[in-house]
């Protein structure tokens, strides 16, 4: 069990610090600002290569300077970026070179013009164009990730459908979790996840353990902030050459925001409807030319329109930088996170005959089942990570990433186990806990090289992983006044809550067997891969990984005492790419991924040899990209995914093993701005997919995947009407789905309209009001089976104030 007060003091405690270090900061000019006062000074940089827009923006905010650009000069164009130390002038003309472009300095401002056409007239001219400063853009669009590849790739050239969540798109959707960052993303969906943990349905597939923050497994089940992430990159798909374990259908990484040369000072206020309170704290302080430190903070409470339901989490995450030398960076960072909430599962479904298909039960939205004050999930999270990075003479780069993290987590539940009786008018109520601790340790070590073997070039990539992880886990279930034959009672639905005394034990014997099991995972992972340009229009991508894993498993109260398991997995991968033209790339690939049983899955499974093989994932995906212009991405992708030895979760805990599904689809999303002023995210997706076995008992072959919608759309809209004021709007449709694998639930289809207003009061001040579900539609939003489905949430308000310093 998780100490709350003795937490919670110590969370206070750390915003206090956070707080007293900002005003502190915010009483010194940092060294940056000093240095900026002057052409003269050198400034290190580290700008990846990729599109010279996006390079020139990055460049004139760690600068400091006030960069005029007119967009449509630079479309198409790249760059190959800039690492070491410059002073501004000479950091721009390398960023430039080849270009055809060069910047005038007037005034305290640098012009971007095109270079005279004649040598003897030293004087360039100004074209009237549609001009736009760094620091006053909204963009939707991601040009590079580090992700896909484990190399800085522009997002042209990988053969895969990807979506980023930027910062900005973080910030006008006032976006606070995985679940609402998701939304506008074409191909994932959201899972109810017990009311206790992040849990994501990409493609078809559910998964609650493919997550990764920079690139390092953060796969423990609970619901994550993003107060101190930069953005968020889901990737669709199997992904295992890159991520091992995992990867099956889809992947979301979080990138964590990095102290850096560009101070920041923002503080975030944050208001709203069922008493939302929420503060935040980025606070980033230039120590000299060699270090700097970055402090993140948050403490949030909050109610809902749920009966009984609440909550409160806490995070602080401090991080410093530091540059020995221009070929060297070294980052650490901590996080203390806690998360207290209460765990809500929705309601129940009307209980139909065989083969009829029935839907939710019509009560108030805001209707618990079972007893909310007795079902509540806590989690607390402690984490260090460290990155070392550096550049050889020989040109080799080495990437070191370690990370050390334990995870404690208790959640209980008194909910609805069954449907709604229309014989007997009941609902039957069960009862359970859960306490998981975890210990993890990982550390991958990667080298890239590029070379050229007569015109062909080669970005090889090769490294190494190695990991453990320690699971205690244990549950118990809940017997209604202490008797063991309890486990159910039943509760009329015009009042399906109860305060009955319940006992929990962890059952050991009659037949019934509860958790209480330690499992030890260990992870040795060997990779290669080499991104090859044959000519500029044509690139190939290939590569292998490797993975050994070992799990010891101790089930303490069961008859199979021991049981361990090896798995040798081999992850290919192999892509094409072909650009008629600069901004347009054709891809096909093929990828493949396996997810070895460990951790929280086999809390789930009565384990044996048998369920402990992994589930096998493959990918066969082809599609278009196409940058209409570097600040605006079209992508559109076909696929195919094949996954087998699946586990299937029907009901209340039981989950069974199916020999395979298939999902198919098509995939078109949109994101960037239209015109200077006008900003968009969002797609469609059509997707189909059926298990291709038959469950006995539960379904037959050709059974529709569970929490699967055929058509889903999207779209965010931001217009900026003048510099200080701006609106959006935001459409979501999903069509009905079934609930579970039974397919005699059906979850309805619904839109939803989301809307936001935006004013910029003065250089320092800026406010926000986000209003979710703008015509009060009624709806269901996510379901976890059958008997358990998450109403959306009625018209809710947030006003937010942020303060930069």
């Known amino acids: 069990m998780v100490v709350r007060c003795s937490t919670r003091s110590i969370y206070f405690f750390a915003i206090l610090i956070s707080l007293g270090l900002a005003a502190v900061f915010l009483s010194k000019p940092s060294v940056a600002e000093s240095a900026n006062s002057t052409e003269a000074a050198l400034r290190t940089y580290n700008i990846p290569a990729g599109y010279l827009y996006d390079a020139l923006i990055q460049f004139s905010q760690e600068a400091g300077i006030k960069l005029v650009i007119d967009s449509t000069m630079l479309q198409g164009k790249v760059t190959p970026g ?34 005279s056409a004649s040598p003897t007239d030293p004087v360039a001219t100004v074209l009237p164009a549609i001009q736009i400063t760094a620091n006053a853009t909204n ?21 895969q459908s990807i979506s980023v969540i930027t910062d900005d798109l973080i910030k006008d959707q006032s976006i606070r979790s995985i679940g609402d960052a998701v939304r506008y993303v074409p191909g994932v969906g959201v899972s109810q996840g017990e009311g206790n943990r992040d849990a994501l349905v990409f493609r078809g597939n559910r998964s609650t353990g493919d997550f990764f923050t920079d690139g390092i497994r953060d796969d423990v089940e609970y619901f994550r902030d993003l107060y101190s992430i930069e ?24 990138v964590t925001k990095q102290a850096n040369w560009k101070p920041v000072r923002e503080f975030t206020f944050q208001g709203g409807s069922y008493n939302l309170k929420r503060m935040t704290t980025d606070v980033g302080y230039v120590i000299n030319d060699v270090a700097a430190v970055r402090l993140n903070a948050l ?116 909910f609805a186990n069954s449907g709604f009786n229309t014989l007997t008018g009941l609902v039957s109520i069960g009862a ?65 809550t109860t305060d009955t005394p319940i006992t929990f034990r962890t059952r050991d014997s009659g037949g019934d067997l509860d958790a209480l099991n330690r499992s030890i995972v260990n992870i040795t992972s060997l ?21 050994l894993f070992e799990v010891d498993f101790q089930q303490k109260n069961g008859p199979m005492d021991h049981l ?19 901004p347009i790339s054709f891809y096909a690939s093929y990828s493949q991924a396996y997810v070895p049983r460990a951790g929280d899955q086999l809390t789930a499974l009565n384990v044996t040899i048998e369920t402990l093989k992994p589930e096998k994932f493959v990918t066969l995906e082809t599609g278009v990209k196409w940058d209409i212009r570097p600040d605006l991405a079209f992508t559109t992708a076909v696929y195919q995914l094949d996954r087998s030895n699946v586990i299937n979760s029907i009901v209340g805990g039981q989950t069974f093993l199916t020999k395979g599904q298939r999902t198919e689809g098509v995939e078109v999303s949109l994101a960037g701005q239209l015109t200077p002023n006008w900003s968009v995210m969002g797609g469609y997706a059509y997707q189909v997919g059926e298990i291709t076995s038959d469950i006995f008992g539960v379904a037959r072959k050709g059974a ?65 009001l986000n209003i979710e579900n703008l015509f009060d539609t009624k709806y269901f939003s996510s379901a976890h089976n059958d008997f358990n489905i998450t109403p959306g949430s009625p018209i809710a308000v947030r006003a937010s104030l942020i303060a930069n310093f």
């Open 82 to 115: 800039l690492t070491g130390d410059f002073k501004i002038k000479t950091g721009l003309n390398q960023l430039l070179a080849g270009s055809g472009l060069q910047v005038v300095q007037q005034g305290d401002s640098y012009v971007l013009t095109a270079i």
């Open 299 to 414: 403490y949030e409470n909050a109610g809902s329109f749920r009966d009984g339901v609440g909550s409160e989490r806490l995070g602080i995450s401090p991080t410093v930088t530091i540059k020995p030398t221009h070929r060297t960076k070294i980052v650490a960072n901590m996080e203390r996170f806690h998360d207290d909430r209460t765990a809500d599962r929705g309601i129940t479904s009307v209980l139909g005959a065989r083969g009829e298909v029935t839907g939710p039960v019509d009560v108030r939205q805001s209707q618990f089942f079972g007893d909310a004050k007795r079902s509540n999930a806590i989690v607390d999270v402690l984490s260090f990570n460290s990155l070392i990075e550096h550049k050889f003479d020989s040109g080799v780069m080495l990437q070191n990433r370690t990370n050390y993290a334990t995870y404690d987590k208790f959640y209980q539940n008194v």
């Open 139 to 159: 963009r939707y669009a991601a040009v590079s990730t580090n992700t896909a590849t484990k190399t800085n790739t522009v997002l042209l050239d990988v053969p």
């Open 564 to 582: 361990k398991s090896r798995d040798d997995l081999i992850a290919p991968r192999f892509g094409v790419i072909y650009k008629p033209f600069q």
């Open 527 to 547: 990779y290669i891969q080499d991104q090859i340009e044959i000519i500029p229009q044509l690139q190939v991508i290939a590569g292998v990984r490797y993975d």
């Open 231 to 254: 953005r968020i990159e889901v990737l669709k798909g199997a992904n295992g050459m890159i991520f091992g374990r995992g990867g099956s259908g889809g992947v979301v990484n979080r």
């Open 432 to 496: 359970y806990n859960n306490t998981t601790s975890r210990e993890n340790v990982f550390n991958q070590t990667n080298l890239l090289y590029t070379l050229n073997t007569g015109s062909i070039s080669h970005t090889l990539m090769a490294g190494v992983e190695v990991g453990r992880q320690e699971t205690d886990n244990r549950r118990a279930t809940g017997l209604f006044n202490n008797n063991r034959a309890n486990t159910n009672l039943l509760v009329p639905l015009s009042n399906p």
């Open 704 to 768: 529709t995947v569970a929490e699967l919608p055929r058509h889903t759309f999207s779209i965010w809209s931001r217009y900026d009407i003048t510099p200080s004021i701006g609106a959006a709007f935001g459409v979501i449709h999903r069509d009905d789905m079934f609930a579970s694998l039974t397919n005699r639930v059906s979850v309805p289809s619904f839109t939803r309209v989301d809307a936001a207003l935006f004013a910029q009061f003065s250089k320092r001040f800026r406010g926000q």
